[in-house]
């Protein structure tokens, strides 16, 4: 067991390190469906059937265990299947409240999926904790938030709620996706499940797809192994070798992410053909307290809208080294246009509650040098104006 104090040693060391029988420093790829029995119920190394169980997936789930402070990590093929998995707890009748931005495909499969199954859902504004209290309802089972969110990037205080969720004896999801554990912790905050889409910052190169569970109590671990091993959306070996792989450079990443969102949010908010900026880093920002009590900085996400006389298409096809896609977290720097891509699979009037405008842009702040990603945001922003 390696000796260690800091988080950013544990991305590199944490969970299962290396192995045994070699000396390799990695934990190898065990390309492997199945393992064979020494006699009948003799298993080798406790692996059976790698939809139960594989070594370096073990690797993996054992490391973000760790980082969350939990008690037990579980990986996915996706963020979506992770999401599934834990609401695979819930029964006909259950109800689970949502934060009023969160990821479009949390919203859909809860609306078009687990509808069908009689698993209930309202949307509240959690960072107004008084309206929260009142919406809990006997059938109301958990909360599942993202703080900040997307893509407005509003700061939930996840202690405050969490401890509400107690108070009526119901779990506190939260999704860490946007934070990571290197800035954000929520089961030290007393959240009860923490959820990954792995895809973002823990992978860190958009190179691969994955999702992360991790519980904090036993009972909650052994329910999500029974339903990861009945449902079977599990991560391959391969994939989670990458995930480890990525995972060792998440300090030096989101520390180099955060100094250049906080640079570019700064130059956006000057740019006189921004109307509105979000971003959790600013000190006049919606939570901003609460975030620098809550995590370790305000993240690399920005979200900002243009005024009226700017056009979008000319916008995004202006850009020459921010590359307009899905997904955030990677490397690179990522624009997106929410309420046509992340965002799209909510309804209309459900967008336009809770502030999710056609003119709203979503940038994640990549690692290249900070004055070629604001120059070139900034000559696409000329660019798009209407004269
Ligand atoms: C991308 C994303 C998801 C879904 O994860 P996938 O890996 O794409 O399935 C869930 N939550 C948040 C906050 C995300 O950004």
Known sequence: ???????????????????????????????TSTYEQKGLGKLVGGYEYSRTGNPTRAALEALIA?????????????GMAATTAVLSLFHTGDKIILSQNVYGGTYRVLAKVFDHFGIGFDIVDTTDLAVLDKAITPEVKALFIESPANPLLTVTDIKAVADIAKKHNILTIVDNTFMTPYLQRPISLGADIVIHSATKYLGGHSDLVAGLVVVNDSELARKIAFIQNSTGGVLGPFDSFLLIRGIKTLGVRMD????????????????????????PGFED???????????????????????????????????????????????????????????????????????????????????????????????????????
């Open 1 to 31: 067991m390696a000796n260690y104090k800091h988080i950013d040693s544990a991305l590199i060391h944490g969970g299962i390190y290396g192995d045994a029988l070699t000396g390799s420093v990695n934990v190898p790829i065990y390309q």
């Open 66 to 78: 760790e980082l969350e402070g939990g008690v037990s990590g579980f990986a996915f093929g996706s």
């Open 256 to 279: 180099r992410h955060t100094q250049n969102a906080a640079f570019v949010a700064q130059r956006l908010r000057q740019n006189k053909a921004v109307k509105n900026i979000y971003y």
């Open 285 to 387: 920002a919606q939570g901003h307290d609460i975030q620098v009590w809550q995590a370790k900085t305000g993240g690399a996400m920005i979200s900002f809208e243009l005024y009226e006389n700017y056009s979008l298409e000319r916008f995004f096809e202006s850009l020459h080294l921010v590359a307009l896609a899905e997904s955030l977290g990677g490397v690179e720097s990522l624009v997106c246009h929410p309420s046509t891509m992340t965002h799209a699979a909510f309804p209309k009037d459900i967008r336009d509650a809770v502030g999710i405008t056609e003119n709203l842009i979503r940038l994640s702040v990549g690692i290249e040098n900070e004055m070629d990603i604001i120059e070139d945001l900034e000559q696409a922003i000329r660019q798009s104006e209407v004269k």
